[in-house]
């Protein structure tokens, strides 16, 4: 499967701060940041931090917490899904290596 990038549009932005310049909005929407704390990273093995800008892979399980559907006349449908990450890896991002070999190793 195809990595999709969430980062937003210059309209989203707009939409996302309601107002006309976007230019200090997020450009990524609420909720797609992990916070690491230090028993997290101990637990993944991280003895070192890795350099702030650098690109990591993170293979992740989890479990859909809750589902929301809602609509009502005149406004847009709104969906949403809460999922708690259970289980998770990090490694490093190759440009060179293929889908397959990230996912399943070498």
Same mark, same amino acid.
């Given at each position: 499967?195809?990595?999709?990038?969430m980062k937003?549009?210059? =309209?989203?932005?707009?939409?996302?701060?309601?107002?006309?310049?976007?230019?200090?909005?997020?450009?990524?929407?609420?909720? *797609?940041?992990?916070?690491? =704390?230090?028993?997290?990273?101990?637990?993944?093995?991280?003895?070192?931090?890795?350099?702030?800008? &650098?690109?990591?892979?993170?293979?992740?399980?989890a479990v859909?917490?809750? &589902?929301?559907?809602?609509?009502?006349?005149?406004?847009?449908?709104?969906?949403?899904?809460?999922?708690?990450?259970? =289980?998770?890896? *990090?490694?490093?991002?190759?440009?060179?290596?293929?889908a397959a070999?990230? *996912?399943?190793?070498?």
């Amino acid at each position: 499967m195809a990595m999709i990038s969430m980062k937003m549009s210059a =309209d989203e932005r707009k939409e996302y701060t309601n107002e006309v310049v976007a230019s200090d909005a997020p450009s990524y929407p609420y909720g *797609l940041c992990i916070h690491l =704390d230090d028993d997290a990273l101990k637990k993944l093995g991280l003895t070192e931090l890795p350099a702030v800008g &650098t690109e990591v892979m993170v293979m992740a399980k989890a479990v859909v917490k809750g &589902t929301s559907a809602h609509a009502s006349e005149g406004e847009m449908n709104h969906r949403s899904v809460e999922m708690q990450i259970t =289980d998770m890896e *990090l490694g490093a991002v190759s440009s060179a290596s293929s889908a397959a070999s990230a *996912l399943y190793g070498e």
